[in-house]
């Protein structure tokens, strides 16, 4: 009797461990998974604000304020003092604008680090509007103004507000974060979570 149950010994000590040795393999996977992504967001944000603190540099160095340098027929670079935020709006309330920066900061890392379904786009989303939510931040709290210069003639007169590559960047991520969210169901399972599933 004894010997049968030494020989059954091994075998449930082996049995035994590999749960274990899987869940850390998941763990570790999971875990590297992760670094990836949150490197990939820091790369996106810091190319993000190293191309917009460039281009404004180079503007503010080659162009007077108000100054156009025309690229085509609709196309100009054109050095405008912003103190409103994203294509001129609400002008001439640096501070309220710098305190809404610095909030919308926070919201988006805590938003990052509560987001359940997060994805590779979804963090190439958010690396791109933390990105230009910085670059323009940067401009506010040393200029006490943003740095725009891409000016577009729609048609006639007309001209799109003149912008930069940090409205650029939070734009496409804004827009690219709601496609991330719609391509993983999150949008479907929010409606069936409020309205029941379908029959």
Known sequence: MQKGQDNESPAGLETSKIPDFAGEDKSGVSSNRQRRRLGLFLIVAGLVVAFDQLSKLWIRAHLSLGESLPLTGRLSLTYVGNTGSAFGLQANRTFLLVIIGIASLLIVLLFLRYLSQVTTLSMVSIGLIWGGAVGN????????????????????NFHWPAFN???????????????SFYRSGLFSKEYERNHGPQN
Do not use: N, P, S
């Open 137 to 156: 931040l940067i401009d506010r709290l040393h200029f006490g103004f943003v740095t725009d210069f891409i000016y577009f003639r729609l048609w006639g």
């Open 165 to 179: 590559i940090a409205d650029t960047a939070i734009t496409v991520g804004v827009f690219v974060l709601i496609y």
